[in-house]
């Protein structure tokens, strides 16, 4: 019964919720919670029929201005790239982050206080004060820093400002995209399982209507500290079976994709990959070592989750203002 409500009320409460975040630039939890319902109920058409619309209004610009860029692609590189994603929901980046800044940040993630993931709590939460990390003493799987913290860092800034993430998000959104996430976290092997606060069952990231995530690999990972796994394909359409808002077990996929479809990011340190987390994906429970991860994302909309607006000083915000909106100074 309760199901069936939902199924009656929840257009119009995502309609309406909408209208108000038109005006007022927040989502309610009621109307976040009917945008996730209509994802699974719709297999995700309503996310496809609302970036539709996005586009009409915030057309991406065409640009193509790669330089100076910290990678070395081109625009046609890039078309090809985008395409890449579009097909399989990833894309593994033959290039690498260079060396100096993935010494800097990996410096500035050893020394830099940060918060711990909250194991006794439901859902995911951190606990309130701030630490420097004691690799001696590990006393959860993921440590996150905050993103006040991170936007600060110069190394940091050289990366969500570099205009060859920002194009190709804005080629595989198909409009001006907005930067709105900002994260780097710590993983540790912790209690010999998995654990869905970390990421460490597979899942689908409903956020946004569309969005494309960069992860840069910060420390070697091989296939025991905790390597991206990815589901190919899976960021189209879902399967019956898998049509829910939970985690779902690796013996539950392996029932409906073969086994091809299952993909693990290894990678030395610098590996950069751009992936759509709509599709099903989770991070692999470590067995030993550490793995540092650094992720931004780029998004269509602001509807959905909540987001911080972090203020920081940089040249770089005077490029387009909808893209930087959440960092303007």
């Known amino acids: 019964m309760k199901k069936v409500v939902k199924y009656i009320l929840f257009p119009f409460v995502f309609i309406f919720g909408y209208l108000y975040f038109l005006i007022s630039k927040k989502t309610s939890n009621l109307t976040f919670a009917s ?33 100076p860029s910290i990678l070395n692609y081109t625009a046609h590189d890039l078309e090809n790239i985008s ?3 579009q097909k399989k929901g990833y894309y593994e980046f033959e290039q690498i982050l260079p060396e100096d800044l993935q ?18 709590a439901k859902g995911i939460q951190y606990l309130p004060n701030k630490r420097p990390i004691d ?62 606060q970390a990421a460490q069952m597979y899942h689908f990231d409903m956020d946004r209507f569309k969005f494309i995530k960069f992860f840069f690999y910060l420390t070697d990972v091989h296939t025991d500290n905790g ?40 990678g030395k340190k610098g590996t950069i990959l751009a992936v759509d987390t709509r599709g099903l994906h989770k991070g692999k429970p470590l067995v030993k070592d550490a793995r540092l991860l650094f992720q931004i994302q780029f998004s269509n909309s602001l509807f959905g989750a909540p987001y911080l607006k972090t203020r920081i000083l940089n040249n770089a915000l005077k490029k387009p203002k909808r893209t930087f909106q959440l960092y303007q100074a």
């Open 35 to 67: 945008f996730r319902f209509l994802f699974v109920t719709t297999n995700g058409r309503i996310n496809d029929i609302m970036s539709q619309l996005i586009t009409l209004f915030h057309p991406k610009n065409n640009s193509n201005q790669l330089n």
């Open 227 to 266: 390597p991206h796994c990815y589901i190919q394909n899976s960021h189209h359409r879902l399967p019956k079976s898998l049509r829910e808002d939970r985690r779902i077990t690796d013996e539950e996929l392996k029932l409906v994709y073969p086994e091809t479809s299952f993909k693990e990011f290894i």
């Open 135 to 196: 690799f001696q003493e590990i006393i959860a799987p993921r440590y996150q820093f905050d993103q006040s913290d991170l936007v600060e860092n110069e190394a940091i800034q050289k990366i969500i400002f570099d205009p060859f993430f920002t194009e190709l998000a804005a080629n595989y959104l198909n409009c001006e995209p907005i930067l709105d996430l900002v994260t780097m976290w710590w993983s540790f092997p912790f209690q010999q399982k998995a654990t869905s």
């Open 103 to 120: 010494d800097k940040l990996l410096d500035f993630a050893q020394k830099t206080p940060l918060r711990v993931l909250d194991v006794q």
């Open 83 to 85: 395409a890449e994603i």
